[in-house]
């Protein structure tokens, strides 16, 4: 005799209920069985559903179902009829979205029975009706043995005949309140997107928060971008990215090797051959709601600042389309699958957020390579899924690395032209001060002719004076914002600094007196050999401790602060020698090369210590990097004195060289960009302060991957002064 596994009722609530625990996620599977069913609408209704005991409708006007497609693939749990080679694709040539055929299950368990009417577009006049109780099935002893008919009927009138299916659930066995109702409408409506091309599968609901999103869910405020990404990923896997401009033009464009091109920690390793994930396209809506940026653009200034911060607060983040259909979790709120809030916070320059920002990557995925979780929660993280992740951040990683860029660019030239202008303008006010007021008292006053055209010259002269000096300010306005971080920073260092001497000084004194007792009770011997190396590790460690305490007051002492013609030889040896302790802490030795006696620069000797600590801190951090790959660690400081191409004066060369692993993971020009840094923990900020120092004293700055110590060199040229008698 012949026996078949059977399955007791507890089965479909570990299928249904326990599976997918949120109401909306049900719901949305029988949205996408009426997608499948190429549908172009589909509606939900709501009755008395806010609780126990309501009612759930949901009807489309879709293919239907036959009788013998009710009983072979509705009735059959856990196999799709949508996995056929032959079904993949609707009538209408959409590729269907099902996949394991539990979806359902969760929905139609939300309440204690389930009528299912549909009528196929096969068997015009044909009407299938099933009803499945609940109650009925889990009193059973086994799910089998509930037979479920399938009646058939005939409409009398073909006129009234509207093909599609609609499924009831009553008795609903918990209330959808207003938060999970929230969630149905947002998730409805955000189905097929919140974007100008919209699908032709529209959805609508009855419940009053769909009709309140709708109003707000509308792709009218995607114009109002400041930036747009658009990125693909072709069958090849290679990736190519454009970056638009609020007029929809063009700015930046990049290919695989440098869209790809991995961007964080201190990673040496090159752009992958090529990307694992299904082709896809991704698209980025970056949004300016800073109210002090607006007023630059004056289309900035318009714009609706308010609505667009409501908007985005609903549809923000980066959603998946999968077959044309939104797959959560992905894009909901909260839900930050690509991380891109934790990047910026970790390098906030010119990065959008969810807040800011609205997305879309859409995979058509032919060849399935993308898995559905059983829950329906999203994808099985494969390497696929997550080549997928991994296309859509290196293209922000680009689109962030060519905004930064562009802003410095723009910010160094902006300041430098407007210190031109300032100097200009003061020139021609002075000059016209002394046509109005002559110093010279042999100097005849302005006759009434040219009174009226000098005053109007002088007014515009004026005027231009404080056009350009407003100018100047708004140049450095981000440079004020970047410099009062640091100078918080370094009060507070200097704060615990004084607070650390003393504790520091103490603990020597304290384990001095302990050595001094120690030796009057126990022979030199017994002292060298049980305490001596102790002793001299614990005062040697306070000392540096000592030390780490003074350098940050050396370096913020005020009468460094002072312009005057600063000994560049001089300052490079002091600012080492501050070092020194830490620098040997980690068997770092410094070698000199100066040959700059007597050349000066015009500064002060905070300038020249900030450009020389810098440097000589990211050589010694990176000795550290895992990749590096000498046991000896020299850095090498150099002066030297250049005459000009143009012979129109000297330049001093300092030239910090190490033997550590180089410049890996970023490329040269990035490396002057703030936030930009090979280390995982590190700032960003110590080479741009350089860069800043150096542009404010007419220098230039240069960078080597590897010289011949074989690790970095970095070059600074800065205008010199030489002592009357010096040699060149």
Same mark, same amino acid.
């Given at each position: 005799?012949?026996?078949?596994?059977?399955?007791?009722?507890?089965?479909?609530?570990?299928?249904?209920?326990?599976?997918?625990?949120?109401?909306?996620?049900?719901?949305?599977?029988?949205?996408?069985?009426?997608?499948?069913?190429?549908?172009?609408?589909?509606?939900?209704?709501?009755?008395?559903?806010?609780?126990?005991?309501?009612?759930?409708?949901?009807?489309?006007?879709?293919?239907?179902?036959?009788?013998?497609?009710?009983?072979?693939?509705?009735?059959?749990?856990?196999?799709?009829?949508?996995?056929?080679?032959?079904?993949?694709?609707?009538?209408?040539?959409?590729?269907?979205?099902?996949?394991?055929?539990?979806?359902?299950?969760?929905?139609?368990?939300?309440?204690?029975?389930?009528?299912?009417?549909?009528?196929?577009?096969?068997?015009?006049?044909?009407?299938?009706?099933?009803?499945?109780?609940?109650?009925?099935?889990?009193?059973?002893?086994?799910?089998?043995?509930?037979?479920?008919a399938i009646e058939t009927r005939t409409i009398a009138s073909t006129a009234e005949f509207h093909h599609g299916t609609m499924i009831t659930v009553t008795g609903l066995r918990r209330g959808i309140d207003t938060k999970a109702a929230e969630r149905l409408a947002r998730s409805l409506l955000l189905l097929t997107g919140p974007f100008a091309d919209q699908?032709?599968?529209?959805?609508?609901?009855?419940?009053?928060?769909?009709?309140?999103?709708?109003?707000?869910?509308?792709?009218?405020?995607?114009?109002?971008?400041?930036?747009?990404?658009?990125?693909?990923?072709?069958?090849?896997?290679?990736?190519?990215?454009?970056?638009?401009?609020?007029?929809?033009?063009?700015?930046?464009?990049?290919?695989?090797?440098?869209v790809a091109r991995p961007r964080r920690g201190n990673s040496k390793n090159p752009p992958p051959i090529k990307f694992s994930a299904p082709p896809a396209s991704f698209e980025l809506w970056m949004f300016n709601l800073n109210p002090s940026a607006s007023k630059k653009e004056v289309r900035f200034s318009q714009q609706d600042t308010p609505g667009i911060?409501?908007?985005?607060?609903?549809?923000?983040?980066?959603?998946?389309?999968?077959?044309?259909?939104?797959?959560?979790?992905?894009?909901?709120?909260?839900?930050?699958?690509?991380?891109?809030?934790?990047?910026?916070?970790?390098?906030?320059?010119?990065?959008?957020?969810?807040?800011?920002?609205?997305?879309?990557?859409?995979?058509?995925?032919?060849?399935?390579?993308?898995?559905?979780?059983?829950?329906?929660?999203?994808?099985?993280?494969?390497?696929?899924?997550?080549?997928?992740?991994?296309?859509?951040?290196?293209?922000?990683?680009? @689109?962030?690395?060519?905004?930064?860029?562009? =802003?410095?660019?723009? !910010? /160094?030239?902006? &300041?430098? *032209?407007?210190?031109? $202008?300032?100097?200009?303008?003061?020139?021609?006010?002075?000059?016209?001060?002394?046509?109005?007021?002559?110093?010279?008292?042999?100097?005849?006053?302005?006759?009434?002719?040219?009174?009226?055209?000098?005053?109007?010259?002088?007014?515009?002269?004026?005027?231009?004076?404080?056009?350009?000096?407003?100018?100047?300010?708004?140049?450095?306005?981000?440079?004020?914002?970047?410099?009062?971080?640091?100078?918080?920073?370094?009060?507070?260092? @200097?704060?615990?600094?004084?607070?650390?001497? =003393?504790?520091?000084? !103490? /603990?020597?004194? &304290?384990? *001095?007196?302990?050595? $001094?007792?120690?030796?009057?009770?126990?022979?030199?011997?017994?002292?060298?050999?049980?305490?001596?190396?102790?002793?001299?590790?614990?005062?040697?460690?306070?000392?540096?401790?000592?030390?780490?305490?003074?350098?940050?007051?050396?370096?913020?002492?005020?009468?460094?602060?002072?312009?005057?013609?600063?000994?560049?030889?001089?300052?490079?040896?002091?600012?080492?020698?501050?070092?020194?302790?830490?620098?040997?802490?980690?068997?770092?030795?410094?070698?000199?090369?100066?040959?700059?006696?007597?050349?000066?620069?015009?500064?002060?000797?905070?300038?020249?210590?900030?450009?020389?600590?810098?440097?000589?801190?990211?050589?010694?951090?990176?000795?550290?990097?895992?990749?590096?790959?000498?046991?000896?660690?020299?850095?090498?400081?150099?002066?030297?004195?250049?005459?000009?191409?143009?012979?129109?004066?000297?330049?001093?060369?300092?030239?910090?060289?190490?033997?550590?692993?180089?410049?890996?993971?970023?490329?040269?020009?990035?490396?002057?960009?703030?936030?930009?840094?090979?280390?995982?923990?590190?700032?960003?900020?110590?080479?741009?302060?350089?860069?800043?120092?150096?542009?404010?004293?007419?220098?230039?700055?240069?960078?080597?991957?590897?010289?011949?110590?074989?690790?970095?060199?970095?070059?600074?040229?800065?205008?010199?002064?030489?002592?009357?008698?010096?040699?060149?």
């Amino acid at each position: 005799m012949d026996h078949r596994l059977r399955f007791a009722p507890e089965i479909l609530v570990r299928l249904g209920e326990e599976l997918v625990p949120h109401p909306d996620l049900g719901i949305m599977e029988l949205v996408r069985n009426a997608y499948d069913a190429d549908a172009a609408t589909c509606h939900i209704e709501l009755k008395n559903a806010t609780e126990p005991g309501g009612s759930l409708l949901v009807s489309d006007d879709g293919e239907g179902m036959t009788a013998n497609q009710l009983a072979a693939g509705f009735l059959l749990i856990g196999k799709s009829g949508k996995a056929s080679v032959t079904q993949t694709h609707t009538h209408s040539g959409r590729r269907k979205v099902g996949e394991k055929g539990l979806g359902r299950i969760a929905a139609l368990r939300l309440g204690t029975k389930v009528t299912v009417t549909t009528r196929p577009v096969s068997e015009p006049g044909q009407e299938h009706l099933l009803t499945i109780d609940w109650n009925q099935v889990d009193s059973s002893y086994a799910v089998e043995d509930v037979p479920i008919a399938i009646e058939t009927r005939t409409i009398a009138s073909t006129a009234e005949f509207h093909h599609g299916t609609m499924i009831t659930v009553t008795g609903l066995r918990r209330g959808i309140d207003t938060k999970a109702a929230e969630r149905l409408a947002r998730s409805l409506l955000l189905l097929t997107g919140p974007f100008a091309d919209q699908s032709a599968f529209q959805v609508s609901c009855d419940a009053p928060e769909f009709a309140a999103l709708a109003t707000l869910i509308k792709p009218h405020l995607l114009d109002q971008y400041e930036y747009r990404l658009v990125a693909n990923l072709d069958e090849a896997g290679q990736v190519s990215a454009t970056l638009f401009n609020w007029r929809g033009e063009p700015e930046f464009t990049g290919g695989h090797n440098e869209v790809a091109r991995p961007r964080r920690g201190n990673s040496k390793n090159p752009p992958p051959i090529k990307f694992s994930a299904p082709p896809a396209s991704f698209e980025l809506w970056m949004f300016n709601l800073n109210p002090s940026a607006s007023k630059k653009e004056v289309r900035f200034s318009q714009q609706d600042t308010p609505g667009i911060r409501k908007w985005l607060k609903q549809v923000g983040g980066i959603h998946l389309y999968h077959r044309e259909l939104r797959v959560q979790p992905y894009g909901d709120i909260g839900n930050d699958w690509l991380r891109i809030n934790l990047r910026r916070t970790g390098s906030p320059e010119k990065r959008p957020s969810t807040d800011t920002s609205i997305g879309r990557i859409r995979v058509s995925d032919p060849s399935d390579l993308l898995r559905p979780k059983t829950d329906r929660s999203g994808f099985v993280e494969t390497l696929e899924f997550q080549d997928l992740q991994l296309f859509a951040q290196c293209a922000m990683d680009w @689109a962030a690395d060519q905004r930064l860029d562009q =802003r410095e660019q723009q !910010r /160094i030239g902006a &300041l430098a *032209k407007a210190r031109d $202008r300032v100097k200009e303008a003061e020139t021609q006010f002075q000059s016209l001060m002394e046509v109005i007021t002559p110093s010279d008292s042999d100097t005849l006053p302005l006759d009434e002719a040219v009174d009226r055209t000098a005053l109007q010259s002088f007014a515009s002269s004026a005027s231009a004076v404080f056009l350009t000096q407003k100018e100047e300010i708004e140049a450095l306005r981000e440079d004020l914002l970047l410099y009062r971080s640091l100078a918080t920073v370094g009060t507070s260092t @200097a704060v615990f600094a004084h607070e650390a001497l =003393r504790p520091a000084s !103490r /603990i020597i004194n &304290l384990v *001095k007196t302990i050595s $001094r007792r120690i030796k009057k009770r126990i022979t030199p011997e017994e002292y060298q050999k049980d305490f001596d190396g102790s002793i001299e590790a614990a005062i040697d460690g306070a000392r540096t401790l000592e030390t780490f305490a003074k350098l940050p007051l050396s370096l913020l002492m005020k009468n460094k602060r002072e312009v005057g013609d600063i000994e560049v030889d001089a300052a490079c040896r002091s600012i080492v020698e501050v070092f020194q302790r830490y620098l040997a802490e980690r068997s770092i030795d410094v070698a000199f090369d100066l040959d700059a006696s007597g050349c000066t620069v015009r500064t002060t000797v905070a300038d020249i210590e900030s450009i020389i600590s810098n440097l000589l801190a990211n050589s010694a951090h990176a000795f550290t990097r895992p990749d590096n790959p000498r046991s000896e660690r020299i850095i090498r400081v150099q002066t030297r004195v250049r005459e000009r191409s143009d012979a129109s004066g000297h330049d001093v060369v300092i030239c910090v060289d190490d033997s550590g692993p180089g410049i890996q993971g970023l490329p040269l020009s990035a490396i002057w960009l703030p936030g930009k840094t090979t280390l995982d923990n590190g700032t960003g900020l110590g080479l741009t302060i350089v860069r800043d120092i150096v542009g404010d004293l007419k220098g230039t700055q240069e960078a080597r991957a590897h010289a011949d110590l074989g690790g970095a060199r970095i070059m600074v040229t800065l205008p010199a002064r030489q002592a009357e008698g010096a040699e060149p």
